[in-house]
């Protein structure tokens, strides 16, 4: 009789679980910079009479540093504070909202192999089509966009 109960109270038991999440980071042996903090990309004095595409540059610079001799980076570019979708850059009219300026952003180089220690330059060129300003409410229209290095 004492085996049946003690068979009948192992059956009733519930099991316990937990779970661990195991990580780990491997440190890239570069590490890269903007030195160019801030910088600004002005289409200013849009002309919607004439209304050509107009197209501005800025320049930004960077390093990359570390144990390694030589560095392999990535730039990319979160299209901005009012992006539609990807690649979809829009400046937002500063007095009215939901008003939009849509304009094209490419960065060059994206990519590259370099040797560390040495300063390098990364072009940032847009552009506003004239047919995307020619008949938009006049003012000013910003954006912010963020770019980011890895490693």
Do not use: W
Not at 3 to 11: E, K, N, S, V
Not at 38 to 48: E, I, R
């Amino acid at each position: 009789l004492l085996f049946i109960l003690f068979t009948a109270l192992a059956g009733s038991c519930l099991a316990a679980s937990s779970t661990v999440n195991v990580s780990a980071v491997i440190q890239s042996k570069s590490i890269c910079k903007f030195k160019t903090k801030s910088a600004v990309l002005d289409f200013s004095g849009l002309d919607p009479v004439a209304a050509p595409d107009v197209t501005r540059q800025t320049i930004l610079s960077f390093v990359c540093d570390g144990s390694a001799v030589q560095a392999t980076y990535l730039i990319t570019d979160d299209d901005g504070l009012n992006e539609s979708g990807p690649n979809g850059n829009r400046m937002l009219h500063d007095s009215v909202s939901a008003v939009y300026l849509p304009y094209s952003l490419s960065l060059n180089p994206t990519s590259a192999t370099i040797p560390k220690g040495i300063l390098q330059t990364l072009t940032v060129t847009g552009t506003v089509l004239g047919n995307d300003y020619r008949n938009a409410l006049v003012g000013t229209y910003t954006d912010t966009v963020t770019l980011t290095i890895t490693p």
